[in-house]
């Protein structure tokens, strides 16, 4: 059986089709889907569309679908907080069964080929509980990269070492039982093998932040003798999809989080927690240590960022 792991479309339709249409021709037989459809770029209800027609294909929550069910359990009308605008607009823009659907998909899954547990998980503590390890938070890499670029092969070997180099973080994936673990959430692609386990991160399909802007999924093959694993990445037309960005509803709703998301869309880096920091640093400078920030320091945030500075 081969499956395309596909994982943080975050709302982009233009990446979700390429990736459909490169797995179709890679011999794809099945879709795993890791979480986090929307809550980005403006194109929520054609990725789930999309999803929602996929054959074969299991699908999970990301933390982007427990924010939508929080909103939905609060029963709060008025959206008012500048920081969770993303948030907000996938709430109200989605339709009422595509909300439904995201809603109510599972946290996690199991599935089993050829006496092989394929574990499903939207975050990385499926096997470790800790996201701190340096070369698995995107502003690091972005920090990393900046001083002294390296390749993904170079990547693939450092993370490797950085994540078993840790004794916690090793002892809890040597406690865990044989098979194939999934997970997403960083947008960084990366997978390893370890004894008899292997773990896939298949990055970001939709929002990749490790420096390639193509299009990340991952293949995974399972055959009786074997587990193969081919990293893929797809061109498509992200001018295009800039161009739809600027003229969107989005971009009038919240223009710095369009401003961000299309810094990203062009260039694959991390601005999201450049942003993120300014805005705290802001607040602490303005004598508000409240998160999330109030709208009075976003504007300042917002006024004074450098989109330059890490």
């Given at each position: 059986?081969?499956?395309?792991?596909?994982?943080?479309?975050?709302?982009?339709?233009?990446?979700?089709?390429?990736?459909?249409?490169?797995?179709?021709?890679?011999?794809?037989?099945?879709?795993?889907?890791?979480?986090?459809?929307?809550?980005?770029?403006?194109?929520?209800?054609?990725?789930?569309?999309?999803?929602?027609?996929?054959?074969?294909?299991?699908?999970?929550?990301?933390?982007?679908?427990?924010?939508?069910?929080?909103?939905?359990?609060?029963?709060?009308?008025?959206?008012?907080?500048?920081?969770?605008?993303?948030?907000?607009?996938?709430?109200?823009?989605?339709?009422?069964?595509?909300?439904?659907?995201?809603?109510?998909?599972?946290?996690?899954?199991?599935?089993?080929?050829?006496?092989?547990?394929?574990?499903?998980?939207?975050?990385?503590?499926?096997?470790?509980?800790?996201?701190?390890?340096?070369?698995?938070?995107?502003?690091?890499?972005?920090?990393?990269?900046?001083?002294?670029?390296?390749?993904?092969?170079?990547?693939?070997?450092?993370?490797?070492?950085?994540?078993?180099?840790?004794?916690?973080?090793?002892?809890?994936?040597?406690?865990?039982?044989?098979?194939?673990?999934?997970?997403?959430?960083?947008?960084?692609?990366?997978?390893?093998?370890?004894?008899?386990?292997?773990?896939?991160?298949?990055?970001?399909?939709?929002?990749?932040?490790?420096?390639?802007?193509?299009?990340?999924?991952?293949?995974?093959?399972?055959?009786?003798?074997?587990?193969?694993?081919?990293?893929?990445?797809?061109?498509?037309?992200?001018?295009?999809?800039?161009?739809?960005?600027?003229?969107?509803?989005?971009?009038?709703?919240?223009?710095?989080?369009?401003?961000?998301?299309?810094?990203?869309l062009l260039t694959g880096k991390d601005y999201f927690a450049s942003f993120v920091m300014h805005l705290i640093e802001t607040g602490h400078v303005l004598g508000c240590t409240d998160y999330p920030v109030s709208n009075n320091t976003w504007n300042v945030a917002v006024k004074t960022w450098d989109k330059n500075t890490i």
């Open positions: 059986m081969k499956y395309a792991i596909i994982s943080d479309i975050h709302g982009n339709i233009y990446a979700l089709r390429a990736a459909i249409q490169d797995s179709k021709s890679q011999g794809a037989d099945r879709y795993l889907l890791l979480g986090d459809y929307t809550n980005g770029f403006p194109w929520g209800n054609e990725v789930i569309e999309t999803i929602r027609h996929l054959k074969n294909a299991i699908v999970i929550q990301g933390n982007g679908e427990g924010y939508l069910l929080d909103l939905k359990n609060s029963g709060e009308t008025d959206f008012s907080c500048e920081q969770f605008k993303p948030v907000y607009w996938a709430y109200r823009s989605l339709s009422k069964e595509n909300l439904d659907y995201l809603i109510q998909l599972p946290t996690s899954e199991v599935v089993t080929d050829i006496d092989t547990n394929i574990y499903l998980n939207h975050s990385m503590s499926i096997f470790y509980r800790s996201l701190q390890i340096e070369l698995f938070h995107s502003r690091n890499f972005r920090m990393m990269m900046t001083e002294k670029p390296f390749t993904h092969e170079e990547y693939l070997t450092y993370a490797k070492a950085s994540l078993l180099g840790c004794s916690d973080a090793k002892e809890e994936i040597e406690a865990l039982p044989n098979g194939i673990y999934l997970f997403g959430h960083n947008h960084m692609q990366f997978h390893m093998k370890h004894g008899k386990k292997l773990f896939i991160n298949p990055g970001s399909c939709g929002e990749p932040l490790d420096w390639d802007t193509n299009a990340a999924y991952t293949l995974l093959e399972v055959t009786q003798d074997n587990w193969n694993v081919t990293e893929r990445r797809v061109e498509y037309d992200i001018k295009a999809a800039a161009k739809e960005l600027d003229d969107s509803d989005f971009t009038l709703y919240s223009p710095m989080w369009s401003k961000v998301m299309r810094l990203e």
